[in-house]
Nanobody, 114 residues
């Protein structure tokens, strides 16, 4: 089992920045990838960014150039640095990890005011 705990969400004005953190614990050996998803009201959950155990990253087109995903292996933590935030970035952000199956955090709310 893998446990994921997110932190760092909040309310920010458009153009501002936030950094989300996701701390992994439990059977973290051989986690193949970790990432961030988001779900806005009335919309489907969508991938925002992902990072593999080797450090390769992928981003949704809507956040390229504004968001950066990174990981600190010593702390078993993945970060999502979000800059130039827009109101359309408002959503609940979920941490995701894949190790034999998918694991999810509880989610953290990000609200961007215009």
């Amino acid at each position: 089992q893998v446990q994921l705990v997110e932190s760092g969400g909040g309310l920010v004005q458009a153009g501002g920045s936030l950094r989300l953190s996701c701390a992994a614990s439990g059977s973290i050996f051989s986690i193949r990838s970790m990432g961030w998803y988001r779900q806005a009201p009335g919309k489907q959950r969508e991938v925002v960014a992902a990072i593999t155990s080797g450090g390769s990253t992928n981003y949704a087109d809507s956040v390229k150039g504004r968001f950066t995903i990174s990981r600190d292996n010593a702390k078993n933590t993945v970060y999502l640095q979000m800059n130039s935030l827009k109101p359309e970035d408002t959503a609940v952000y979920y941490c995701n990890a894949y190790r034999l199956r998918e694991y999810w955090g509880q989610g953290t709310q990000v609200t961007v005011s215009s």
